[in-house]
């Protein structure tokens, strides 16, 4: 749930940093976002003092890293390409990372565990890092480090989509309900609130069209959306049943149809 607010710690570090003009409308709108991506993983909390630390450090770290990077790439001051900046802050970025891996990883590490794992998946997900790094920068060039983050809220939306389709992972109404309110907060940062305002006012005289032509049907509609709205959220909010609970009338029902089929 705090890796959701690393889009807001990005606004503000472009802010305190003086790489973009404070902006209300923009932090009220990646807030909105946040707020679905909050409720998405509401049901996971599970609080820890040392990882709240870690993780709150790994944030303020990340935000104002990606806001460096921007400023290299698109201020005055700067304006280098993305590749050249990758040029300069990988070599940084590989000293810190080897320093730390000299100190835990290293001295338990064996050729035995590269040969398991496997020097082409080693070669291949290297390759990977790298092209990801270069598209991160080329990105952040092009539009900001808070369309990175936002792209990252996004990512996990297709990725939770992905999963339900592929591996039939199952994912609550809360969550569903969440994520929906974060995608809603994408479009509305994409597209803005004049041609949201257009695309709405022509559905609303498409709806009160419809509206005429089939009163009693649109009733119906209106109220089944109601219901499952509240169905979605009460459901996700509503308490797990101990198994104790829910393994009697499971058996009554089983025994039940059990001598109807006899």
């Known amino acids: 749930m705090l890796k959701a607010t690393t889009p807001v710690a990005v606004l503000l570090a472009t802010w305190g940093l003086g790489v973009a003009p404070p902006n209300m409308r ?28 870690f ?16 400023r290299l790439l698109s201020s005055a001051e700067f304006k280098m390409d993305p590749l050249v900046s990758l040029y300069y802050f990988a ?11 000299l100190l835990v990883e290293v001295p338990r590490m064996e050729m035995a565990d590269l040969a398991r794992v496997g020097y082409f998946v080693l070669l291949a997900n290297a390759l990977i890092a790298f092209l990801l790094n270069v598209s991160v920068v080329f990105l952040i060039g ?18 939770v989509g992905a999963s339900m389709l592929i591996f039939r992972d199952p994912v609550s109404p809360l969550q569903g309900f969440g994520y929906t309110i974060a995608l809603g907060g994408l479009i509305y940062y994409k597209l803005g609130s004049d041609k949201l305002k257009e695309y709405f006012a022509n559905g609303g005289r498409a709806w009160a069209d419809y509206g005429v032509r089939h009163p009693a049907l649109r009733k119906v509609i209106v109220f089944g ?38």
């Not at 923009?26 to 630390?53: D, H, P, Q």
Request: aromatic fraction near 8%.
């Open 26 to 53: 923009t932090l009220f709108n990646v807030s909105f976002i946040v707020l679905g991506v909050v409720i998405a993983s509401f049901g996971e909390i599970k609080f820890v003092l040392i990882g709240f630390l």
């Open 225 to 262: 959306v109601v219901i499952v709205v509240l169905f979605v959220v009460l459901g996700g909010l509503a308490p797990r049943l101990p198994d104790a609970y829910t393994e009697y009338p499971k058996s009554k029902l089983g025994a039940l149809l059990g001598e109807k089929g006899a």
């Open 142 to 159: 092009r539009t900001s480090s808070l369309v990175l983050t936002l792209s990252g809220v996004l990512k996990d939306i297709l990725l």
């Open 55 to 70: 993780q709150l450090g790994g944030i303020v770290f990340e935000a104002i890293r990606l806001v460096m990077v921007q």
């Open 91 to 101: 070599p940084a970025c590989t000293i810190m990372n080897g320093l730390v891996a």
